[in-house]
T-cell receptor, first 114, second 113 residues
Framework: DQQVKQNSPSLSVQEGRISILNCDYT??????FLWYKKYPAEGPTFLIS?????DKNEDGRFTVFLNKSAKHLSLHIVPSQPGDSAVYFC?????????????FGEGTQLTVNP | GAGVSQSPSNKVTEKGKDVELRCDPI?????LYWYRQSLGQGLEFLIY????????KSGLPSDRFSAERTGGSVSTLTIQRTQQEDSAVYLC???????????FGSGTRLTVV
């Protein structure tokens, strides 16, 4: 049962344009959502997060939007840069889960072309 | 240490052999997590430690998998009688407290031949 899904395995955009990465979840107990970025041969690194009490969180070029009714979140990167090329993982946690462990999606490979 | 350290970075082993993967979390981080990423898959939760105890082992795929943590620090993930389907990148993460803000290590790429 895949509770967090990223339906697009890959996305390609031009430098300077907006990148939009999408994520859907099924578990209504999830109350905290995160995005991680992963370069080859490295571990994932935290990018941005959002609590379920908000619908938007912004950090520089990165903005995460949360639509609780649709159980959908998205990550917007604008403007996109070649260094943003990486695999992006969406993750979610529920306060009630032991350790508040994170459930990850399958990842989306973003390629930003110069 | 400054980050989460995992060793070895790569491991090739023969089917049926046992392997041990090591994780050195960030000093002072009480929560430690093991995940694995198989080819083309997302990160799959294996086990969570709070201190030296493991309140959640629900992700361990079989009884061939075990993990321990000593001194509230280093953790070892052991896979006995490895199978080809165990081939994956095994990632360790630590956190200052339960919940958010994981810091991941670079992982151990395990290949079972």
């Amino acid at each position: 049962d895949q509770q967090v899904k990223q339906n697009s395995p890959s996305l390609s955009v031009q430098e300077g344009r907006i990148s939009i990465l999408n994520c859907d979840y099924t578990n209504s107990m999830f109350d905290y959502f995160l995005w991680y970025k992963k370069y080859p041969a490295e571990g994932p690194t935290f990018l941005i997060s959002i609590s379920s009490i908000k619908d938007k969180n912004e950090d520089g070029r990165f903005t995460v939007f949360l639509n609780k009714s649709a159980k959908h979140l998205s990550l917007h990167i604008v403007p996109s840069q070649p260094g943003d090329s990486a695999v992006y993982f969406c993750a979610a946690s529920a306060r009630e889960t032991s350790g508040s462990r994170l459930t990850f999606g399958e990842g989306t490979q973003l390629t930003v072309n110069p | 240490g400054a980050g989460v350290s995992q060793s070895p970075s790569n491991k090739v082993t023969e089917k049926g052999k046992d392997v041990e993967l090591r994780c050195d979390p960030i000093s002072g981080h009480t929560a430690l997590y093991w995940y694995r990423q198989s080819l083309g898959q997302g990160l799959e939760f294996l086990i969570y430690f709070q201190g030296n105890s493991a309140p959640d082992k629900s992700g361990l795929p079989s009884d061939r998998f075990s993990a321990e943590r000593t001194g509230g620090s280093v953790s070892t993930l052991t896979i006995q009688r490895t199978q080809q389907e165990d081939s994956a990148v095994y990632l360790c993460a630590s956190s200052l407290q339960r919940g958010h803000g994981y810091t991941f290590g670079s992982g151990t790429r395990l290949t079972v031949v």
